[in-house]
């Protein structure tokens, strides 16, 4: 199933809280951190329903900040998905500075369907989701595009 025709994700609190614990936490540290939210496509509308935070190995290397998650823990991923229908629609962590989609990001993404949302937050995310320094992308057959934030609503 495509994302394409998905106009909004919406977002309930306690996704979003604990999705800024976590970017946060691990920003304390100075690492990245991958953050996965899932859920049910409602017409137009992806409902997200969980927030996931995958085994995953954070790194700084002399190019920068680097995040890997596994093979098992993306099956473990999938198999959860699969047992709760429910698909992979954005995925979500943070920069140090500034948010912006990096070559890394744009190359080995975890969301692949066209639609999917990828967002970045700024400085960590010590300023929530969503900030005006976040920055969003949607996957398009021309790679991701930067999209407004505003196609994430919070409740």
């Known amino acids: 199933m495509s994302l394409e025709e998905i106009a909004r994700f919406r977002v309930p609190g ?6 800024e614990t976590s970017l946060r ?25 969980a927030a996931h935070v995958p085994r995953q190995t954070s790194a700084k290397t002399r190019h920068g900040l680097l995040v ?15 047992q709760h229908e429910q698909l992979l629609g954005a995925q979500i962590h943070a920069h140090p500075r500034k948010a912006f989609h990096s070559e890394t990001d744009d190359t080995y993404p975890i969301v ?12 960590f995310c010590r300023r ?6 976040s920055a ?9 595009t930067e999209t407004p ?3 994430m609503e919070f409740f």
Do not use: C, I
């Open 14 to 19: 306690d996704v979003r809280e604990q999705t």
């Open 25 to 49: 936490a691990a920003g304390r540290d100075g690492y990245e951190l991958f953050v996965l939210w899932s859920g049910r496509v409602t017409g137009d509308t992806f409902e997200v329903m």
């Open 68 to 82: 890997t998650v596994e093979g098992e823990a993306l099956h473990k991923m999938n198999m959860w998905l699969y």
């Open 112 to 123: 692949t369907k066209l639609g999917g949302l990828s967002v970045v937050a700024a400085n």
């Open 128 to 133: 929530g989701l969503p900030h005006r320094s």
């Open 136 to 144: 969003a992308y949607r996957l398009t057959t021309s790679g991701w």
């Open 149 to 151: 934030l505003r196609v």
